[in-house]
Structures are given as structure tokens and as C-alpha cells.
């Protein structure tokens, strides 16, 4: 696809620094201008523009076409006003279907949680079959990186990139539904419409369910039509694959979830059997997902990417049977705490750090549902941490788990992991 006019790239990050690489290499002389809510717009061969500058600029058509960074809200004023005056809003994903989508496999996985997982496992389980796969989205590449090197193409999506998202796969799945990213989405039932427009829509396209979303009946109704599932693990298959998650580096029965959709959607495109098995033993956990550390006799786990109170329960369950301090909270997205503190001490909570802002509201539930539960609530992670190693007999595994985003605190989960890990070494190491 050629632009007849300049463009906008709204948002500095990967995807738009993979956009400019595409657009300077399909249209040298294109301008292209850019303009970030914060932080520094710092892509080379771009124009800057201020917010403030954009409503002139619309009314002056600088430009005839945005792409529009994920993180940045399709819901923001100034992306109807574009729309108004016929500036098209797109993404890196969309330029990817526009240039690439013809004559390739698609497969589109999404969920609120586990979907990299599942994504990893489906392109791990794909390759190990002999399968020309690659990986691209949240995990992996950005799509327009992915450019056209694979003949199979499995995109992990969040619900930024579902709600706009405006070309088919050939194969859906939705690892479950729970509220996430109201701030971004505006209200849940947004961010519901805006994850489940990956299958709500006409199509001849299959579709595959995680556990936790097949008794959703948000989930049911956006199938429409059920002839699309693929279809489930037979006994002998679903025993082959627990045996093989038994033996990997996959825990808690979420990632046994995981491993069994993702060997549904690789046999229904193209995977044996073996190449599953292969590909569960070659999985890898990925960074801040329930890392592991060691550092004297305690394990510190990172799970700094969990971001929703679901996510943490499952982290708590992988470790069932252990002495757990949880350091937990973070950034405000109106998510309900009750359900994790009514699970705390019988999934062997001992000591709970509760963080800002979401950790105030957290103490107060643990408190009354979990009375055994020592809460602490600390001012930061440094301090989470100090507490911490004035306890350390009390316990035997920390885990950073916050059911909450990081940015009141950091930049992103990363940096919050990161913090974590070097933290436990320098209080708890060597």
C-alpha cells in the first residue's frame, strides 16, 4: 500500500518505530510527523507535533492518515475529530493485513490473561511440527517486522489491537474474559466488546476457547455460530499433554489451561502430536511470568507482568503448599480485590506487602477475610522488600504479584520485575 499524503504516528514505542522503518522503506520522501501524550518523541525522520498543536493541524489536513500506537486510547477526543474531518485512524497491525494478509495463515489469539503464553506454546508446538511459523504481536516481533517471513503468522493481541482490528483470521482464540484496562477502554463492558471483537464478527473463520472462556457468556454469544470451534482434545491427547506439562517448566493448573489450547489450535492448523509434545518440553518461561529466583534459601518469584486480581490467584495457586509473602498493588483500574483476599490464607498467604494505590484497598479486604493474614502496606517496592527481610523465617517463597499495572511506581511491568529481582539480591543474596 502507497500514502498519497503525509502521516501521523501517534505514539513513540516499538510499533511506531516499526512503522516509520516501514514507511521510510516503501516511501522514502513520505513526511512523516509524530506527536506522544508524554515522554519524548525521539524517532528519526519524524516531525514533531504537540497535542495541543493536533485540532489545527486536522483542520489544516498535515497529514492524511494516523497510526495509532496501542497503548494509546482509539477512545481519546482527538481520534473522532480526525475521523470527522476523513482522517482514517489506523495501526501497525491493520498496515500488516493491508500489505501482508494475502496468501498466509493467520492465527489471532487474545484473552486477558494467558494469552502469550498460549501464543508461545502455539508457535513453539507449530515449529516443532515442521511448520514455517513465526510469532509476532505483544510477544515475538511487531507485526510489521513480521513483514511477510512466515507462511503461518500467530499474533498475541490485546484488546488495544482487537477493538480495531479490521481483517479476519482463520483462526481465533480467547483464552478467557475478566475486567482489565477500564481506564483505556472507558467502561468494562467497552474493554468486553473490544476483546471479543477478534470473533464477534461475519466470518468463516474457527474458533478456539480456553477453559476459563468456554462457560463465559459473553464469550458464547460473540461465537455466534459454535460450528466454528475447533474441536477439543480427545482423552488420549489431553493425557499425553498433561504428562508432558507435568515434565515442563509450565506450573499451576492455569498453564495446563494454556498448554491444552494451544495444542488445539496447532493440530487444528497444521501441528502432529509429537510436535506438541516437542514443543511443551522446549517452552521457556517467559520474563516476569512466574520467574523464579533463588537467592539464599528463599525463592523469589517475579510475576510483575500479572496486572488483574485472576492473574495473581493463579500465581498463588501454582505454589500451593508453599509459605508465601505476596507483594502486591499498584496502578488504579477500578478492579474488585475481594475474591484474592477471601484466597489468601488458604492458599498459604503468611505475610501480604500491599502497594499503592490498589494495595489500600486490598489491606482493607484481607484484613477482614483473611484475619491470620499479617498485611503490611508499604510505601514502595524498596520498602516491601526491607519489610520483608526483617521476616524472612516467617516464609519460604516471595512472590511478586501485584493483580494491578505498574505505572503510578514504573515505567512498566519490566522495570517493576527488574526492580524486584535486584532488590532480593541485594537484601536476601548471594
Not at 510469532?135 to 493481541?157: M, Y
Request: glycine residues 8%; aromatic residues 6%; contains cysteine.
Amino acid at each position: 500500500m502507497r500514502f498519497d499524503a503525509p502521516v501521523l504516528l501517534y505514539g513513540a514505542g516499538r510499533e511506531a518505530q516499526s512503522t516509520r522503518a516501514f514507511l521510510q522503506a516503501r516511501q522514502p520522501d513520505l513526511p512523516v510527523f509524530i506527536t506522544v501524550d508524554s515522554g519524548t518523541a525521539d524517532i528519526s525522520g519524524t516531525i514533531p507535533i504537540k497535542p495541543a498543536e493536533l485540532v489545527d493541524a486536522i483542520a489544516h489536513r498535515r497529514f492524511g492518515t494516523i497510526v495509532k500506537s496501542p497503548g494509546v486510547s482509539r477512545y481519546k477526543p482527538i481520534f473522532e475529530l480526525a475521523r470527522e474531518a476523513g482522517i482514517p485512524v489506523t495501526s501497525n497491525l491493520n498496515l500488516w493485513g493491508a500489505t501482508y494478509r494475502q496468501g498466509r495463515t493467520v492465527i489471532a489469539i487474545t484473552g486477558t490473561k494467558g494469552k502469550s503464553t498460549t501464543a508461545t506454546l502455539t508457535h513453539l508446538m507449530l515449529v516443532k511440527s515442521g511448520v514455517d511459523a513465526g510469532l509476532a504481536g505483544n510477544v515475538g516481533l511487531a507485526p510489521l517486522e513480521a513483514a511477510d517471513r512466515n507462511s503461518v503468522v500467530i499474533f498475541e493481541l490485546s484488546s488495544y489491537q482487537t477493538a480495531d482490528m479490521n481483517f479476519l483470521p482463520d483462526l481465533a482464540a480467547v483464552t478467557n474474559l475478566y475486567p482489565e484496562h477500564v481506564d483505556w477502554h472507558g467502561s468494562v463492558e467497552r474493554y468486553y466488546a473490544d476483546k471479543l471483537n477478534l470473533i464477534d464478527r461475519d466470518g468463516s473463520f474457527a474458533v478456539a476457547l480456553g477453559a476459563a472462556a468456554r462457560g463465559n457468556a459473553l464469550v458464547a454469544k460473540a461465537v455466534r455460530d459454535h460450528r466454528r470451534l475447533v474441536r477439543q482434545l480427545d482423552a488420549d491427547e489431553s493425557a499425553a499433554i498433561e504428562a508432558a506439562v507435568a515434565r515442563s517448566r509450565l506450573r499451576g493448573a492455569h498453564n495446563l489451561d494454556n498448554a491444552r489450547l494451544a495444542a488445539e489450535i496447532a493440530l487444528a492448523t497444521g501441528a502432529t502430536l509429537d510436535g506438541v509434545l516437542a514443543g511443551i518440553a522446549a517452552f521457556a518461561p517467559l520474563p516476569h511470568r512466574l520467574e523464579e529466583h533463588r537467592f539464599g534459601d528463599l525463592v523469589f518469584v517475579d510475576d510483575s507482568i500479572s496486572t488483574t486480581p485472576e492473574a495473581t490467584k493463579a500465581a498463588l495457586a501454582a505454589y500451593q503448599g508453599r509459605r508465601l509473602a505476596l507483594i502486591a498493588g499498584g496502578h488504579e483500574r477500578e478492579q474488585d480485590y475481594a475474591d484474592l483476599a477471601a484466597r489468601l490464607a488458604t492458599a498459604g498467604v503468611i505475610t501480604l506487602i500491599c502497594l499503592p494505590v490498589t494495595g489500600t484497598r486490598l489491606a482493607e479486604a484481607a484484613r477482614a477475610a483473611a484475619p491470620a493474614v499479617e498485611v503490611i502496606e508499604a510505601p514502595n517496592l524498596e520498602h516491601a522488600m526491607t519489610a520483608l527481610a526483617e521476616r524472612r523465617q516467617r516464609f519460604d517463597t516471595v512472590i511478586l504479584s501485584p493483580g494491578a499495572p505498574s505505572y503510578n511506581q514504573f515505567k512498566n511491568f519490566e522495570e517493576r520485575g527488574n526492580r524486584f529481582v535486584a532488590l532480593a539480591r541485594a537484601s536476601f543474596g548471594p
